[in-house]
Structures are given as C-alpha cells and as structure tokens.
C-alpha cells in the first residue's frame, strides 16, 4: 500500500467515523445539521486523520477482531479485580502487602502498550506507575504477592497482548 | 417482560452502588496513597459502568418504546460514556500514580504505621 492511498484511507476512515459520530449525537437529521455535521468532519477528519489511523495497513481487520475477543476477556477480569478489591478492602485484617516490581515486553507499538498499561490498572490488585516505550519496559504497583506474581511468573496478559497486536519475540 | 427488566436494571444499580460504596470505604481504610488509588481506580469504573448500564437498559425497554428519534438516541450515548469511562478511568488513575511515584511519594509496606 503506497503512502498517499493509506492517507486517503485514514481520512476516510475518520470522516465516516466522525460523522456516524455527529449523526448518533445529535439526533436531527435536517438539511441544516446534517450540513453542519458534514463540514465538521470533514475538517476534524483531514486535521486528524493521522491520530485515528496510524502505522501500517497491514492486517488491521484481524488485529481489530483479535481485539474485541481480547475486550472480553479482558471485561471478566474487570469483574474479578472489583471482587479482589473489595474482598481486600472489607476484610476486617487487610491483607494487603504493596510491592512495586519491573517487567520487560516485547511489545513496541504505542496502541498494544496502551492496552496492556490499561489492562494492568484494571486488572486485580496491579496498577501501572510508569512505561518506557523504547524497552517495553513495565513499572507495577502491586497491592499483594499473589498479583504482582501473575505478572512476572505467569505472564498471561502480556502473551495475550502480545498476540493481539502480533508483536511476540 | 417489563417487570423483569425493571427487576434486573435494580439489580445492576444496587450492585454499581455497592462497588461505588466498596470505593470509598477502600479510600478511607487502606493505608497509603498508592493503595487507595487501587480502590478508586477499579471500583470507580465498575461502579460507574454498571449504574450506567442499568440506566441504559431503562431506557431501551421502558422509557423510550414510541418515543421521537432523539430520545431513542439516549442509549447510544450512554454507550458512549461507557466507552470513555472505559478509555479514561486506568489511564487518569496510572496518570495520578505516575505523579505521585515521579514526585516521591513514598510506598507503604507491610508493618509500617499509618501514613
């Protein structure tokens, strides 16, 4: 894919997603709006198309399917962390035992460190304090042992990223 | 089938609230900085998300059924919020922890004293 054909597929991309986006938001589907709303995306569109679309075209359909399986598992984990939370929180004891550990991945791409810097924060028991992009290198709070080891030892999420965005090794 | 929704929408709201609530009382029992935003972060956005829900399936089967276009709207953008709160509940709370960790903060370890 040449570079001006990805450009034109950016732009695209974005306009119909800012439109469809103006469209759900207003709810008025007159001359007027629907003009307003045209011209408007077409602006944020050719502005910032490069924010919504970035880096090689190649299979970003299958990363993007990969993705949204990713997103359920991903939504369970969720509902695991906020019952670790507050089992935590209401134990009469606390056992909480905070530990701060540093990991290395293999991913580089700005969107998949995103994802798993996110995933971290809402995962049970870790949050993430720093991530350096150039190592792929992790910063972890951890609220007990038990969490920060399935980060370090098992290395789960990570794997799982990692194959979403095909970045192994 | 009404009554049904209107029974799970309560469900989803106590169970928002009651995450929301686990939050705060984290906030106020856990002993540092860091580990507070460990119940903010997480719960906050369950919490939120759940409420949010509930409040969206009201709509799509009670509320709106022959009403106009823009408050059928309603849900998409309560979907919407979803979305966000999603995207931007980790990063504000691994924002807040970077300043904290950036700027010295000491972490709590086992044993100490209250901070």
């Known amino acids: ?169 | 089938m009404v009554e049904l929704i209107v029974v799970i929408v309560t469900i989803l709201l106590a169970a928002g609230v009651f995450f929301m609530l686990s939050g705060a009382i984290g906030l106020l029992r856990l002993p540092d900085f860091y580990t507070r935003l460990h119940a903010t972060g997480k719960c906050d956005t369950l919490g939120e998300v759940l409420i949010l829900f509930g409040l969206l399936l009201y709509h799509i089967f009670v509320y709106s059924p022959g009403a106009e276009l823009s408050v059928q709207l309603v849900p998409v953008k309560l979907l919407f919020l979803i979305c966000f709160i999603f995207l931007a509940n980790p990063t504000a709370t691994h924002a807040i922890m970077k300043a904290a960790y950036n700027t010295g903060v000491k972490p709590w370890k086992k044993g100490d004293p209250r901070m």
């Open chain 1, 1 to 169: 894919m040449s570079d001006n054909s990805g450009k034109v597929f950016g732009i695209a991309v974005t306009f119909c997603a800012m439109f469809l986006f103006w469209l759900l938001l207003s709810g008025m589907l007159d001359a007027l709006h629907v003009g307003a709303g045209l011209i408007c995306s077409l602006i944020v569109a050719l502005i910032s198309h490069d924010l919504l679309v970035t880096g090689k075209g190649e299979k970003r359909l299958v990363k993007a399917f990969r993705f949204f399986i990713y997103l359920g598992w991903e939504l369970w984990q969720i509902i695991l962390a906020n019952f670790d939370v507050t089992y935590r929180v209401l134990h009469p004891k606390m056992p909480i035992d905070p530990v701060i550990i540093e990991f290395e991945t293999p991913l580089r791409s700005d969107f998949a460190l995103v994802t798993l810097a996110n995933s971290i924060t809402l995962t049970p028991g870790t949050i993430t304090i720093n991530v350096d992009p150039t190592k792929g290198k992790f910063q972890v709070h951890a609220i007990a042992q038990a969490p920060a080891d399935a980060l370090t030892v098992d290395k789960t999420m990570q794997s799982k990223v990692a194959k979403v965005f095909m970045e192994e090794g």
